[in-house]
């Protein structure tokens, strides 16, 4: 790091290569670092020159002192920012750009340029959750506390568990984690009784807790109590209990779809338009007047772009689009193929509904023509097996016994 300071100084403020000639150079040297003139970098040519550098402050020095012992000293050339600007001082144009590229450069290095996620990506959500924090693109770095925003992110969102932000130089590093909450089953512990949540024939019922009160082949209804939760044991007393069974059943279902032959459908009109916004060092400029085009119905996507120079280079500029695309409404009138069609589709999503985890043993169907309604009507029928238990709760109050006492008033 010093060698770097001490390069970037003499570069700064310029210096000169120089070579002496004499029969004893080394006596003019060591006459030099008595007068504590700094000079650095002193190679030997041969036994009579020597070539070094010395400070522009110190130059004229060195020259005199040359001059007074009679050594023969040659200034070889000056390197430096100073030898720079005198060669190039009849180009104002040059120098002026140049001085404010130096000066943007070191401006810029006190803002955050961009803002990127640690295993993860950007998103609209996430980029405007940022933002409320004070952590975006164009954010002057110096006076910004990062505990502070830390504590205001995980107030405002807390799904979020764990978030840091660390500034390296002026890219921002953002690590999030989600908060996971552990998978915790909580036991009911009231009583209840295994009941039927369909009309149904018994297949297979197996009771973990409970007594059946139903067998296989049992055609049941809706609500009737298949696992009774009050038992009783060898001596006749009731002990309520929670009951747990899966019961299997077969099960039937009539389904009626009814297709308008005239569809709604949307139409693309070609009519297009996109609104840019970009964001400059935090500060939003829209590329554009209206806020919404003028079309009555509209699809609208938005996208987001981080922008960079040469695709390499990221710049503290942030682009967000939306792209708005007209249609209209016309009505479509469905032919008897079409109208079957997505009959049979409604169809199949009504047997996942209602077979769900289930096992689907037959389904059948036909379809007919309603004029009257000017509709295609589908007749389903479908044949499946699945668990038709569910807990039904109940307060079990005790049957006092009839040789307690009951004390008299």
Not at 309 to 316: D, E, K, S
Not at 334 to 357: G, M, R
Request: hydrophobic share 40%.
């Amino acid at each position: 790091m010093f060698i770097d300071i001490f390069h970037f100084t003499h570069k700064l403020f310029g210096y000169f290569k120089m070579s002496i000639e004499d029969y004893h150079p080394e006596a003019f040297i060591n006459l030099l670092n008595k007068k504590k003139l700094f000079l650095w970098n002193l190679m030997p040519i041969n036994a009579h020159l020597f070539t070094f550098r010395c400070s522009l402050f110190s130059a004229y020095k060195v020259v005199s002192e040359a001059k007074s012992a009679g050594v023969k000293l040659t200034i070889e050339k000056g390197i430096g920012l100073p030898f720079v600007i005198n060669k190039y001082r009849k180009r104002t144009g040059l120098m002026v750009g140049t001085l404010i590229s130096m000066l943007i450069i070191m401006l810029s290095n006190l803002f955050i340029w961009d803002v990127q996620i640690v295993d993860g990506d950007m998103t609209p959500e996430l980029y405007a959750a940022l933002k409320r924090v004070g952590c975006y693109s164009g954010r002057y770095i110096m006076d910004y506390n990062v505990t502070d925003a830390k504590m205001q992110f995980l107030l405002e969102n807390d799904e979020y568990s764990f978030f840091a932000i660390n500034i390296n130089g002026t890219i921002a590093m953002v690590e999030l984690k989600k908060r996971v909450l552990p998978d915790i089953e909580e036991y009911d512990y009231s009583y209840c009784h295994i009941v039927a949540s369909d009309d149904a024939q018994i297949i297979d019922i197996t009771a973990q807790r409970g007594d059946p009160v139903v067998k296989v082949g049992d055609v049941v209804e809706k609500g009737q109590i298949l696992v009774n939760g009050e038992t009783m044991d060898k001596h006749n007393v009731i002990h309520p209990v929670r009951s747990i069974a899966t019961v299997n059943a077969k099960m039937n279902k009539l389904i009626e779809i009814k297709i308008p032959l005239k569809q709604p459908e949307k139409v693309y009109t070609g009519n297009e338009l996109t609104k840019t916004r970009i964001v400059v060092f935090g500060q939003q400029i829209n590329l554009f007047f209206a806020e919404f085009p003028d079309y009555e119905l509209c699809d609208v996507e938005s996208s987001f772009d981080r922008i960079k120079l040469f695709n390499m280079i990221r710049l503290p500029i942030d682009s967000f689009a939306e792209k708005f695309t007209e249609f209209r409404i016309e009505e479509k009138v469905l032919n008897e193929a079409e109208a079957t069609l997505i009959a049979e589709k409604s169809f199949d999503n009504d047997i996942k509904i209602y077979v769900n985890d289930g096992q689907l043993i037959s389904k059948t169907y036909t379809t007919k023509i309603n004029t009257a309604e000017n509709c295609l009507v589908l007749y389903g029928d479908i044949t499946f097996i699945k668990n038709i238990a569910v807990v039904e709760p109940f307060d079990y109050v005790p049957i006092p016994d009839e040789t307690t006492s009951i004390p008299q008033d």
